[in-house]
């Protein structure tokens, strides 16, 4: 166990640079499985949730080699064994096993996914996909058992009844070797949902429409391996961004998309926050005056669930009274406490947050909820006046590549320490 420990109050400056996206790498490996002969894929952060995923890649029977952000994947002596439900456990994202097995293998036991609480995320819309898809789906003591018959997959046309980036994704993986054509409509349209469907593509698979709310999907035979690099971290980049308008004084953010970061690009300078946007850096220049702005989530093209709490602290540096709805994920609360022990003005009222500012912000012990609370609470602590220590960073270690070194390169007094023992 560790802990992150910030001297704060630091004005920071330089350039960082975002690493490949973590919500797409986590779907890209289980996608590799399905491919005949080695996938290699470019740009992959060096986080845990990767991790995790190699370790299940591995008990698989794949081999696997990760340096430098290349990860290479031999699927050729891939088994179909269940699932190790520790790891699976441990992220959420392992539930994009059950569509890629069930595509390679016709048949899936996987466990119910883990990761960050978040509220009520359900599966659902996974399991109605696949049994459109022909599958006979049974889920026992929190296992997923998924087998197709003699005659396979068959493609279909699906309705997603409620947008969701995972259910389209694990439907599209399942589908590319569905004898047919399937059609999944209500699509989710993230950047993410395009970079799986360009690697399958780019792995023999038929996939159009991505980037739309309707997929179409000619099943094929066979897959094979190919070359793929990873779209940068539009979430990391909106973390980096808000930290930059906090409390920089003249940060560039290298390796962005600006096209996948609009909606949240609009907030900032509608709170004043200056900008110079090139073709894939933007400079954040000192903020002053700044001014409160509501935000509301909903899915891409949207402002991001995931932006919701990294952008927190930046509104705690506003003037005026601020609101935050997430439609997305009404209990993504939790770090409102957190930030009030820091002496923020802000309350949670029902599902919706109330921010009043400005704030001066003064060092505390806080803990880590999950991946963007962690994120939320690291920008805090570098705002604030005297020592934050934040618990739980094993969240935060799931989705940001070399925190502490990306921080610390632009003048950030951050260090991990272990915790002590407690007698």
Do not use: W
Not at 31 to 60: C, F, K, R, T, Y
Not at 272 to 300: C, F, H, Q, R, W
Not at 344 to 359: S, Y
């Amino acid at each position: 166990m560790k802990k992150i420990r910030i001297q704060g109050g630091k004005p920071l400056t330089g350039d960082i640079t975002i690493s490949g996206a973590k919500n797409s790498a986590v779907a890209l490996i289980p996608a590799a499985i399905m491919a005949d002969s080695p996938v290699i894929l470019e740009g992959v952060p060096d986080i845990q949730d990767v991790h995790s995923l190699i370790d299940i890649l591995e008990i698989m029977g794949a081999k696997v080699i990760f340096e430098n952000n290349r990860l290479i994947i031999d699927p050729s002596k891939i088994v179909s064994i269940p699932m190790p439900s520790g790891k699976i456990n441990s992220l959420r994202a392992s539930y994009y096993f059950m569509g890629a097995l069930l595509g390679k293998f016709g048949e899936a036991v996987v466990g119910l996914p883990g990761g960050c609480f978040l509220g009520p995320r359900p599966i659902d819309l996974h399991m109605k996909g696949f049994e459109a898809l022909g599958a006979n789906v049974s889920n026992e003591h929190g296992v997923v058992y998924l087998r197709t018959d003699e005659n396979g997959l068959e493609g279909n046309r699906i309705f997603m009844d409620v947008v969701s980036i995972g259910a389209t994704i694990n439907v599209m993986l399942a589908a590319v070797k569905a004898k047919g054509k399937t059609v999944i409509e209500n699509a989710a349209r993230e950047p993410e949902i395009i970079d799986v469907a360009t690697l399958l593509n780019n792995m023999g698979a038929k996939i159009r429409g991505a980037g739309t709310d309707e997929l179409r999907i000619e099943g094929v035979e066979e897959l094979h391996g190919c070359l793929h690099s990873i779209i940068p971290d539009r979430i990391e980049a909106g973390t980096y961004l808000s930290l930059a308008a906090a409390i920089g004084q003249g940060v560039r953010v290298h390796n962005v998309i600006y096209e996948h970061l609009e909606s949240f690009l609009a907030k900032l300078q509608e709170m004043g926050v200056k900008m110079n946007i090139s073709e894939d850096t933007i400079e954040v220049l000192p903020a002053e005056n700044l001014k409160s702005v509501d935000i509301k989530t909903s899915p891409y093209p949207g402002f991001a669930t995931d932006l919701q709490q990294p952008i927190t602290p930046l509104l705690l540096n506003a003037a005026g009274s601020a609101e935050i709805i997430d439609t997305i994920y009404s209990k993504r609360v939790n770090h409102i406490p957190e930030l009030v022990r820091m002496g923020a003005n802000a309350k949670v009222e029902g599902n919706l947050i109330v921010l009043n500012g400005p704030n001066e912000l003064h060092g505390a012990e806080v803990v880590a909820s999950d991946l963007r609370a962690g994120a939320c609470l690291v920008i805090a602590g570098l705002m604030a006046d005297g020592v934050t220590t934040i618990h739980n960073v094993e969240y935060i270690l799931r989705g940001y590549d070399h925190i502490i070194e990306k921080l610390s390169a632009l003048g950030a007094t951050i260090e991990m320490i272990e915790e002590e023992e407690k007698v």
